[in-house]
């Protein structure tokens, strides 16, 4: 039988480590980096970092992925393939560093195999999903009592944007359907004495250069789903970084970044997090270079 394990539901036949569908990943997960990470919002990087365990591949392939080093086909090359007894070492070993919390970085198309190890996985700090959005609500119900925090991605609230992007039309009402489903799953976000998130949702945004419109009917669907305050987090990335060949080809200018502020006011949208414009630089992607899973 073939993959249907998310929304692309290619029914393809995929291998242990290659796969014909659109993630073009076989089951068993390769991780490309498992180290602690300084640069995801401050509830959740806290003062010792979060333990981030990032993937290969990705189910949507957006032409303007920041991450496109690990998340294409010829990425499964930059890691090393983990076993689901693998993953909770690299786990327990991310937790003895001090993590504030595990944070699965697109684990979608792995799905099978990280539901296994955080089911064998004595949970020692939170465990944070780091989605791109485009999750069957299956999954989100699958995760029930092993996830704690839901970092998910809206990326587009227009379609044709999303055809555009990931040849993925549905994405609108996929992941909105994939987000209600978290937020209604974690409640409201619970922090601990140091603002640290335990429990909650965050979604994330990222404005695309020359695309603002996209920006404010996400905005608008988070206001109109969640209200103003309380129920989910929000935080708007702002730092989009070009790479080689990518669309869109540029930064954001300070003139689109004022304009996305205004509107957020205007909604009165106060209830998260939004990067400076100073902050779009590379070095917020970490090298990809199999840190902590070299040895596994
Ligand atoms: S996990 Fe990969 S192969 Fe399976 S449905 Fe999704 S994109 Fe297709």
Not at 90 to 119: C, F, M, Q, W
Not at 181 to 193: L, N, W
Not at 197 to 215: A, D, K, Y
Not at 247 to 253: F, S, Y
Request: proline share 6%; hydrophobic share 40%; net charge negative.
């Amino acid at each position: 039988m073939g993959c249907n394990d998310c929304p692309r539901r290619c029914d393809a036949a995929r291998g242990e480590l290659t796969g014909r569908g659109v993630c073009g990943m076989g089951t068993t997960p390769i991780v490309a980096r498992a180290a602690l990470h300084r640069w995801e919002e401050p509830c959740l990087s806290g003062t010792r970092g979060s333990g981030t365990v990032f993937f290969c591949g990705c189910n949507l392939g957006c032409r303007f992925c920041q991450n496109r080093v690990i998340s294409t086909r010829s990425g499964a090359a930059v890691g090393r393939p983990v076993t689901v007894d693998g993953l909770v070492r690299l786990y327990d070993k991310l937790a003895a560093l001090g993590a504030h919390n595990i944070n699965l970085v697109t684990p979608t198309h792995y799905i099978r195999a990280v539901a296994e190890s955080l089911s064998r996985w004595e949970k020692k700090c939170p465990v944070v999903y780091n989605t791109g959005g485009y999750e069957l609500t299956e999954t989100v119900a699958l995760l029930r009592g092993k996830v704690d925090v839901y970092l998910p991605d809206m990326k587009y609230a227009d379609a044709s944007l999303a055809a555009r992007f990931c040849g993925a039309p549905d994405y609108p009402t996929v992941a909105a359907a994939a987000i209600r489903a978290m937020a209604e799953q974690t409640g409201d976000p619970v922090f601990d004495e140091r603002g640290i998130l335990l429990r909650g949702t965050v979604i994330r945004h990222l404005v695309l250069p020359g695309f603002l419109e996209n920006t404010f009917d996400v905005i608008d669907w988070v206001v109109d789903t969640f209200g103003r305050t309380g129920r989910v987090l929000f935080s708007l990335m702002s730092q989009y970084t070009p790479m080689p060949g990518a669309e869109p080809d540029r930064r954001l200018t300070p003139d689109e970044y004022e304009r996305v502020a205004a509107y957020m006011d205007a909604r009165g949208l106060r209830i998260g997090f939004m990067q400076e414009l100073s902050s779009a630089q590379e070095e917020y992607i970490p090298p990809f270079d199999r840190t902590g899973v070299e040895e596994e």
